[in-house]
């Protein structure tokens, strides 16, 4: 497919619970295979198509998703709602190193000095550039990043939310269940559960 592979877009859209995807292609590699069975892929069909093994693929899919009580509502357990908060696509080279920054340090104390020296401006400037290139404001961003590497364990299996709360940044765990729900309206332990149906 043009501008990504299917790998790519499995890794882009993997944070949807309202989706079963299924792969088609060409590639008889198992590292390929299980590349895609670990970022969610329910099958993995090769080609040439067997019509045959993609109808009782079909069959298999719809039935996992009656038996998780449909799609719709394993989404309102489970939804991500980052999906589509992409970056905008033209974005100054002084916002590019702080969004850099904060990706590399999440799991650190971020002060907006602290950022604002790194591209050497004043607070005032980066709050005023921030806002205006990425629509949202800087604690906003932050608390983004760190939900979704919270999430990110959540899936891997980790679900000591103590233990991630601290390993994205929070010290606080009440604090961070409290963002946590802030941004996905559900608490860390339900969203954790939800994962598991």
């Not at 309102?76 to 916002?95: C, M, R, Y």
């Amino acid at each position: 497919m043009p501008n990504m592979t299917g790998i790519e877009l499995l890794e882009t859209c993997k944070y949807r619970t309202n989706q079963l995807s299924i792969i088609l292609s060409s590639y008889d590699e198992f590292d390929y295979a299980k590349q895609a069975m670990k970022l969610g892929a329910f099958d993995y069909l090769l080609k040439p198509l067997n019509h045959e093994e993609l109808s009782a693929t079909l069959k298999k899919a719809v039935t996992h998703l009656d038996e998780s009580g449909s799609v719709g509502k394993k989404s309102e357990k489970a939804e991500w709602f980052f999906a589509n908060d992409a970056k905008p696509s033209s974005i100054s080279n002084s916002i590019k190193r702080v969004l850099d920054f904060i990706d590399e340090n999440f799991a650190e104390k971020l002060t907006v000095q602290e950022l604002a020296d790194h591209i050497d401006k004043s607070p005032t400037y980066l709050h005023g550039k921030f806002k205006k290139e990425m629509n949202q404001t800087l604690s906003q961003y932050i608390n983004k990043v760190r939900i979704q590497k919270s999430i990110e364990q959540m899936r891997n299996g980790e679900d000591h939310i103590y233990s991630i709360a601290q390993s994205v940044g929070y010290s606080d765990y009440k604090y961070f269940t409290t963002v946590f729900k802030k941004y996905t309206n559900h608490s860390p332990t339900s969203f954790i559960k939800s994962l598991q149906l």
